[in-house]
Antibody
Framework: QLQLQESGPGLVKPSETLSLTCTVS??????????WGWIRQPPGKGLECIGT???????DYNPSLKSRVTMSVDTSKNQFSLNLSSVTAADTALYYC?????????????WGQGTMVTVSS | DIQMTQSPSSLSASVGDRVTITCRAS??????FAWYQQKPGKVPKLLIY???TLQSGVPSRFSGSGSGTDFTLTISSLQPEDVATYYC?????????FGQGTKVEIK
């Protein structure tokens, strides 16, 4: 059964870079049938898609965050990563990684448990 | 950007009631559309994709309909375990966007 697990620092200082990794187990990140995404949820608020990445390295970022976001994939480790630069308190959120299908099936069907990231000095 | 507007923002209904949540897209999105359930303190769970296809393992009391700009999630008989916030999502193009959520409570 496919599982995703986020990892990374829980506290990041303002203006620094938030870095998270999602490890995929029970399946291959190199499947041609899926994209892999990052979604975040500020405390008490709704969901925001940060972006998605394909195993080939193709990316699709939310334009509102595009200038600060970099995603990468490491197929040898079955992981994909998120870097968000120049963070502020507004980036404090629960960060999820998730699997996304293709075409009409492109909803996020499997999610990690989420990791809370707080931006504070 | 295409915006998603959910209504109502919250509702309270009795066990066994039929509950309907709607989501409207500011532009047509065909049926590139999903519904998620997020129970308190839990991870979002995919309920429906392609506007009306029930995800495997989801109880049949959940159903989705619509295409284009107007979509509906229906719970045919509300159960206590359905207390959650429900989100719609469009995925026809970037940026994929979620609705603001509908909180469902038991009366």
């Amino acid at each position: 059964q496919l599982q995703l697990q986020e990892s990374g620092p829980g506290l990041v200082k303002p203006s620094e870079t938030l870095s998270l990794t999602c490890t995929v187990s029970g399946g291959s990140i190199s499947s041609s049938s899926y994209w892999w995404g990052w979604i975040r949820q500020p405390p008490g608020k709704g969901l925001e898609c940060i972006g998605t990445i394909y195993y080939s390295g193709s990316t699709d970022y939310n334009p509102s965050l595009k200038s600060r976001v970099t995603m990468s994939v490491d197929t040898s480790k079955n992981q994909f990563s998120l870097n968000l630069s120049s963070v502020t308190a507004a980036d404090t959120a629960l960060y999820y990684c998730a699997r996304q299908g293709l075409g009409i099936r492109a909803a996020f069907d499997i999610w990690g448990q989420g990791t809370m990231v707080t931006v504070s000095s | 950007d295409i915006q998603m507007t959910q209504s109502p923002s919250s509702l309270s209904a009795s066990v066994g009631d039929r509950v309907t949540i709607t989501c409207r897209a500011s532009q047509g999105i065909a049926n590139f559309f999903a519904w998620y359930q997020q129970k308190p303190g839990k991870v979002p769970k995919l309920l429906i994709y392609a506007a009306s296809t029930l995800q495997s393992g989801v109880p049949s009391r959940f159903s989705g309909s619509g295409s284009g700009t107007d979509f509906t999630l229906t719970i045919s008989s509300l159960q206590p375990e359905d207390v959650a916030t429900y989100y719609c999502q469009r995925y026809n193009s970037a940026p994929q966007t979620f609705g603001q959520g509908t909180k469902v409570e038991i009366k």
